[in-house]
């Protein structure tokens, strides 16, 4: 069951995924919920149960599918990406996996401009990226890829 939306879905003419947005609000304040700055909200990155965090501006009008693409190509510069063949890695929201989240609107037949990040993310939320090997048990990076003990 995917996170619940913080807002409805509008369907409304100018708004979507074509559409950037553009409007500035101040919210709790710089990087915080509800902040926009041109239409962008600030979410934040973390690589792991343990890892660094960064964030990255994303517009409120992108599409989920196009903000987890964007999330995996960001990591893919870095060396929290899987570089050993097997290795697959996922994104969590609220305990929520974006990929499967994404994969079942497909099965239900959901047009992908149906699903915007605003209608899940509000601003200075974290999505969690998370690496697993090929036996799926979840690595770490520390400057080598550990195993995640709990």
Request: proline share 3%; glycine share 12%.
């Given at each position: 069951?995917?996170?619940?939306?913080?807002?409805?879905?509008?369907?409304?003419?100018?708004?979507?995924?074509?559409?950037?947005?553009?409007?500035?609000?101040?919210?709790a304040?710089?990087?915080?919920?509800?902040?926009?700055?041109?239409?962008?909200?600030?979410?934040?990155?973390?690589?792991?149960?343990?890892?660094?965090?960064?964030?990255?501006?994303?517009?409120?009008?992108?599409?989920?599918?196009?903000?987890?693409?964007?999330?995996?190509?960001?990591q893919?510069?870095?060396?929290?990406?899987?570089h050993?063949?097997?290795?697959?890695?996922?994104i969590?929201?609220?305990?929520?996996?974006?990929?499967?989240?994404?994969?079942?609107?497909?099965?239900?037949?959901?047009?992908?401009?149906?699903?915007?990040?605003?209608?899940?993310?509000?601003?200075?939320?974290?999505?969690?990226?998370?690496?697993?090997?090929?036996?799926?048990?979840?690595?770490?990076?520390n400057?080598?890829?550990?195993?995640?003990g709990?």
């Amino acid at each position: 069951m995917p996170p619940k939306r913080i807002h409805r879905a509008q369907r409304v003419r100018g708004v979507g995924p074509l559409n950037r947005s553009q409007r500035n609000v101040r919210g709790a304040g710089w990087h915080r919920r509800g902040y926009r700055d041109r239409g962008n909200m600030w979410i934040n990155v973390k690589a792991g149960s343990y890892g660094a965090v960064h964030g990255m501006d994303v517009n409120e009008n992108a599409t989920l599918a196009s903000f987890v693409k964007t999330v995996a190509s960001y990591q893919q510069t870095s060396e929290y990406y899987p570089h050993d063949e097997g290795w697959t890695y996922d994104i969590f929201f609220r305990r929520k996996s974006l990929i499967a989240m994404l994969e079942e609107f497909r099965k239900q037949g959901r047009a992908e401009g149906d699903d915007l990040v605003r209608d899940f993310f509000d601003g200075g939320e974290t999505v969690i990226w998370k690496v697993y090997d090929d036996e799926g048990l979840e690595r770490v990076w520390n400057g080598d890829w550990d195993y995640h003990g709990k």
